[in-house]
């Protein structure tokens, strides 16, 4: 939600490196881009658009500077235009600023900056920084307290950058929204996330809440509220720049569907003793959950449904909640394990119920993609998927990898019946995904259904997650209406909507009841001429009730359920293909939901 970068010590390298940053972070947000640019004045370009809508206005103008800020925009206050885009600047135009989140308190400060004669150019609730700081400035602060002094007056979240005239150095705070600096050789940056720099650089430092930096030409420096030194720890990132290039493929959620089998392997390295027939996850000790709640948002609530179903076959009650909900109607906890799945570590809701748990007295767990992440840092326990940096706005490998992750969760900290054909099961699951991605029919039935008017996913027990997350999918990228049901929740109401003009996507594995029963209701909905895709390992007969299959091979239900949601990918992402619809940056989205 919004990217923020900034870099100094690149020399007249500067834009270059800014806006290339800018790029990585587009899965941010991408309704307008901006860049500042210290060079004794500050010197602003930004416009509403994609950052190649911002390479085209940097053509035509001649920005220079050796230190810089940039910004890539998902909107909150006010539409996406020029004037709304970042950076934003005070009066003067000696001071710009960057921002990702959201300050509550804006209008109070705007009204009283108004009364004292300042002039605000856009809608936003960040322009009140620049022209807070414009008063700190005139106060005599330096920029460093001048930014100490603005953000005690702010209510909200924050991960602010400036730049100002007359200082070779950018100025940040940090609160509530992720920010990261990254250690060159002989320059620094920082930004919302890692991508954007680790072309340059693989060291990094995660600042926490209520700190603050200055990064200049001697290096960087990290101060808390009271203007005392933080000393930090420098982490080293594991995976590689080139893992946040699009490899030849057209799409970055076409190479990530395809890096699944990767992404698994590496998920289950070195946790699971399959001769034993035992999990064991580093780093979380003895948890033995009795009870488990899990939080969660859109694809990772769908993970959150199938992980919750796995605590409870192995008889340990476990509940699954939007944390929308549960952050403002928290549910009573007991002595639950909170469980928050969480692929970027910074949704703003899931962090809101999982701090709600917290202030409860409940032990917290993330299930993330993002090491050093909030969700990471504020938990007690952290659990990562680690599927490799995601950079399409659509989740599709991390999916697979969370669904891979709480089946080690499940099985290291449960007395599960079986639990020895289940690892096995995941053992085999990479090469499975492999196979299926390299042969398949999704391209033919995305063809055949690329007109209709809508689309419905069914399923049950563990295949229930997997509909409702076939249909996220093809809302996300194909624009077009789809829903997913539980199965038997069809005849209760949505049935009324289904024609010949609405095929039914049924996930159908094994041949036990519920997948007797689901084959009576796609009994039901071939009776009422809808078109039926299957999705099942013919152990069941709904292939003769079927116009299209698409097969997975036949394994454990739990492993089935990834590979039927590979099915699925494959199938909306052709279906947005053929539709010619912007996939890795569908309209109105962003990655990482940092507001709530
Ligand atoms: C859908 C999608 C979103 C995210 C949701 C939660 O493709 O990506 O629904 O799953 O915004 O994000 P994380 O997992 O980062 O908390």
Known sequence: MCGIIGCVGRGDETLDVLVHGLAKLEYRGYDSAGVALANGGVSVCKRAGEIDDLR?????????????????????????????????????GDVAVVHNGIIENYQEIRDELVAEGHEFKSDTDTEVVPHLIENALADGDSPEDAIRYVVERLDGSYAIAAVVAGHEAVFVARNDSPLVLGL?????????????????????????????????????????????????????????????????????????????PRALRQ??????????????????????????QFVACGTSYHAAMYGAQLFQRAGVPAEVYLASEYATS????????????????????????????????????????????TAARECDHALYIRAGPEIGVAASKTFASQLGALNLLALGT?????????????????????ALLDENDARAVAEAYQDAGAYFFIGRGL?????????????????????????????HGPLALVTQDTPVFAVVLGDGERARKTVGNVKEVEARDAPVVAVTD???????????????????????????????????????????????????LAKSVTVE
């Open 267 to 292: 998920c289950l390295r070195g946790r699971v003793d399959e001769m034993a027939g035992t999990v064991d996850i580093e780093d979380l000790g003895d948890l033995s959950p009795r009870r488990v």
């Open 330 to 373: 928290p549910p009573p906890i007991g002595d639950s394990l909170v469980v928050g799945v969480t692929q970027s570590g910074e949704t703003a809701d899931t962090l809101s119920a999982l701090r709600e748990a917290r202030a409860r007295g409940a032990r917290t767990l993330a299930v993330t993609n993002t090491v050093g992440s």
């Open 414 to 434: 449960t007395q599960t019946d079986g639990a020895r054909d289940a690892i096995a099961a995941l053992r085999d699951l990479p090469g499975q995904v492999q």
């Open 538 to 588: 013919g152990q069941s007969d709904v292939e003769r009730y079927a116009d299209h299959v698409l097969e997975v091979p036949e394994t454990h239900p739990r492993a089935g359920a990834v590979l039927a949601n590979v099915q699925l990918q494959l199938v909306s992402y052709y279906t947005a293909k053929l539709l010619d619809r912007s996939i890795d940056k569908p309209r109105n």
């Open 463 to 491: 295949q229930y997650p997997v509909a409702l997350e076939g249909a996220l999918k093809m809302k996300e990228i194909t624009y077009k209406h789809a829903e997913g049901f539980a199965a038997g929740e069809l005849k």
């Open 56 to 92: 085209d206005e940097l053509e035509g103008n001649s920005l220079s500077g050796k230190v810089g800020i940039g910004h890539t925009r998902w909107s909150t206050h006010g539409p996406p235009t020029d004037e709304n885009a970042h950076p934003h600047q005070d009066c003067t």
């Open 184 to 260: 060159g050789d002989d320059a620094t940056y920082l930004a919302s996330d890692v991508p954007a720099f680790r072309d340059h650089t693989d060291k990094v430092v995660y600042l926490d809440d209520g700190e603050f930096a200055r990064l200049d030409a001697d290096g960087w420096e990290v101060r808390n509220l009271a203007g005392e030194r933080v000393e930090k720890a420098v982490d080293t990132v594991t995976w590689d720049a080139e893992e946040t290039g699009k490899s030849g493929y057209d799409h970055f959620m076409l190479k990530e569907i395809h890096e699944q």
